[in-house]
Structure formats: C-alpha cells, structure tokens
C-alpha cells in the first residue's frame, strides 16, 4: 500500500471511531471554532503540536514553518497571528521549537548550492546566532551549541512577537496574549518552558508603536 493510500484508509477509522465515540464530534465542529491557543512550531513531522499536548480538534490554532519563525515580510505567519488574536481572541500564544532542529542545524552551517530559497529562510536564524555568538560559543560539542541556538531562536521569536503592532494593540487593549516560549525534546517527549511574557512586559522603545496608531 502506498503512504497516501494508507493516509486515506487511517481517515476513515478515525471518522469511524470518532463517530462512535461522540454521535455529534463533526457536526459540533462543523459549527464553530473557539480555540484558546495559538501555537507557531516547526515543521518537524515529529513535533505534530496538537498530538504531543493531547489536544483534540478546535482546541488549537496552528501555524508551523521551518524553525518556528516570525518574520516580518512573512504574510503566511502574520496573517495567523492577525486573525488568531484579532477574530479568534486567543489568551495565549506559544512558540515551539524542538532540540535537533534540522532548520536550525542547517542555519550553523554553510549555506547549500541546492537549496536556494531555504536559505533565504534560515538566515534569519544565522542572525540570531550572531546576536548571541559568545553564548552559542560556551558550549562545547556542535550539538551543544545547536540546541543552545534552538532554545535561543525560541525566545527571539516570542521577542518579536512583541514588536508587531497586532500584540501591542492587542496588550494595550485587551491585555492578552500571555506569550510563552517552548521547547520539545525529541528524545523524551518532554515540553520545556523557556520564557513567559505577559501583557504589561516592556517593550524596548526602538520597537513601540506610537499611542496614535495602536488607537486606529
Ligand atoms: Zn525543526
């Protein structure tokens, strides 16, 4: 059996299974969503967000791309952020990223003839493994510093949600979302917390919006 034929085959046992578990499960989510959560991770087919959490469908909003990033020219992950905190009303949103990330691995090395559109993707993680060389460079083995640089990317991430009008509207008048930073460990399943950011956390003064217009 090829992996889309078995794709299809699994889809029918889990509606099937679903069904008999709760008569009404797709007609209660055909209706409407009200997820609490935003969750941005990687790509990583091992880090699938709502299995690891044990969560069920509706409970979270999900955007994922190589190496949980938020860049500013990305339509795509801006657009989520927009309409998860805007329209959805989300009380947390939560970055992930995973030890032995192979976008991040990739960013330590040199860049690759063949991939030239990934590249453009990842140097945004060389930039911040410029920013925090001298710590990335304590650690000893490549691994080391490759998972240093994951957690790292992680936390400049959640940062930079911060900079982006839709949080700082969204603090200022609503006073939510409560911004977290995760990472997964392949190797034990196990999330860990790297940073929380609430709503009254300051923003450094480069970044903020003018009063005028986070009001708009
Ligand atoms: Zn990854």
Known sequence: MKAFERLL?????????K??????FFLR??????????????ADSRVPAEIIVN???GEIFVHRNI???????????????????????????IVCGHYDCGGVKAALSKQSPELVVVNKWLMHIKDVYRLHRDDIENYATDKEKANR??????????????HTSIIQQAWRQHNRPVLHGWVYG??????KQLIMLPPDTP?????????TLLAS
Do not use: H
Request: hydrophobic share 40%; charged share 25%.
């Open 19 to 24: 069904s008999t578990q709760e008569p009404e």
């Open 29 to 42: 989510l055909s209706k409407d969503q009200r997820p609490d959560t935003l969750w941005i991770g990687c």
């Open 186 to 191: 392949l190797d034990n399943g196990m999330l």
């Open 149 to 162: 640089l994951v957690e790292l990317n992680v936390i400049e991430q959640v940062v930079k949600l911060t």
């Open 67 to 93: 190496a949980n990033q938020i860049i500013m020219t990305d339509f795509n992950s801006l657009s989520v952020l927009q309409y998860a905190v805007d329209v959805l009303k989300v009380s947390d949103v």
């Open 9 to 17: 085959l699994e889809n029918k046992a889990w509606v099937e299974e």
């Open 55 to 57: 969560a069920q469908p």
């Open 203 to 211: 923003i450094e003064p480069i970044y903020q919006y003018t009063e």
